[in-house]
């Protein structure tokens, strides 16, 4: 079993920044993807951004050149830098990993979710 345990959410002001953490702990063997989803109200889940087993991230348009994802390998925890965040932004945030277990299956695990609300 894999635990997910998000940090990092608050209320900011338009322009403000966040960092999201996402460490997760359990009986993985390894990483492949770790990413971040986001849902604001009325609307469906987006991916954000993900980052692959080699560091590769990819980002959807409308974060580019605010967000940035890393992740570092030695404490299994995925990070996103949100910076100049705007109020179309606000929306719970879920870490997501894929990874492969301790019995050699690969598995799809979330967050619980962390509120991000970007508002004067």
């Known amino acids: 079993q894999v635990q997910l345990v998000e940090s990092g959410g608050g209320l900011v002001q338009p322009g403000g920044s966040l960092r999201l953490s996402c460490a997760a702990s359990?009986?993985?063997?390894?990483?492949?993807?770790m990413g971040w989803y986001r849902q604001a109200p009325g609307k469906q889940r987006e991916l954000v951004a993900s980052?692959?087993?080699?560091?590769?991230?990819i980002y959807v348009d409308s974060v580019k050149g605010r967000f940035t994802i890393s992740r570092d390998n030695a404490k299994n925890t995925v990070y996103l830098q949100m910076n100049s965040l705007k109020p179309e932004d606000t929306a719970v945030y879920y870490c997501?990993?894929?990874?492969?277990?301790?019995?050699?299956?690969?598995?799809?695990?979330w967050g619980q979710g962390t509120q991000v609300t970007v508002s004067s």
């Open positions: 359990g009986s993985i063997f390894r990483f492949f993807a």
């Open positions: 997501n990993i894929n990874y492969q277990g301790g019995d050699s299956m690969i598995y799809d695990s």
């Open positions: 980052i692959n087993s080699v560091g590769k991230p």
